[in-house]
Nanobody, 115 residues
Framework: QVQVVESGGGLVQIGGSLRLSCAAS????????MGWYRQAPGKQRELVARMTSNGTTYYSSSVKGRFHISRDFDRNTVFLQMTVLKPEDTAVYYCTARAGTYNYWGQGTQVTVAS
C-alpha cells in the first residue's frame, strides 16, 4: 500500500508564489521518479515537472524558469516552488511517485491564481 499526499495549494494573486509539497509513503522504500502534473478545467492532465533519482529534471516549457522542483530522497518527498504565477497556472496539481513502471498518484491540490 502506497500513499501519496500533496499539500500547499491555495489562492494566490498574479505574480505571486506558492510551494507545493508531496510525500510518498508505504510499502515501497524509494521512488526513482517523482513529479508533478496538473489539470485545468476542460483540459488534459499535463506534466509540469519531474525529477529522477539522479537529479535530472524536466520542466514543461510553460513553467520553465518560473517553477523549481526539488526532492528529499531520504524522505520520499518532492516540492514544487512556483513563482511569477499566472492565471493559466490555475489547475489541480497532482503529485506522482513512480516505482518500476507504476505511477502512484495523490488526490491533488487546487492552485488558483486570481486575475
Amino acid at each position: 500500500q502506497v500513499q501519496v499526499v500533496e499539500s500547499g495549494g491555495g489562492l494566490v494573486q498574479i505574480g505571486g508564489s506558492l510551494r507545493l509539497s508531496c510525500a510518498a509513503s508505504g510499502s515501497i522504500v524509494s521512488f526513482p521518479d517523482m513529479g508533478w502534473y496538473r489539470q485545468a478545467p476542460g483540459k488534459q492532465r499535463e506534466l509540469v515537472a519531474r525529477m529522477t533519482s539522479n537529479g535530472t529534471t524536466y520542466y514543461s516549457s510553460s513553467v520553465k524558469g518560473r517553477f523549481h522542483i526539488s526532492r528529499d530522497f531520504d524522505r520520499n518527498t518532492v516540492f514544487l516552488q512556483m513563482t511569477v504565477l499566472k492565471p493559466e497556472d490555475t489547475a489541480v496539481y497532482y503529485c506522482t511517485a513512480r516505482a518500476g513502471t507504476y505511477n502512484y498518484w495523490g488526490q491533488g491540490t487546487q492552485v488558483t491564481v486570481a486575475s
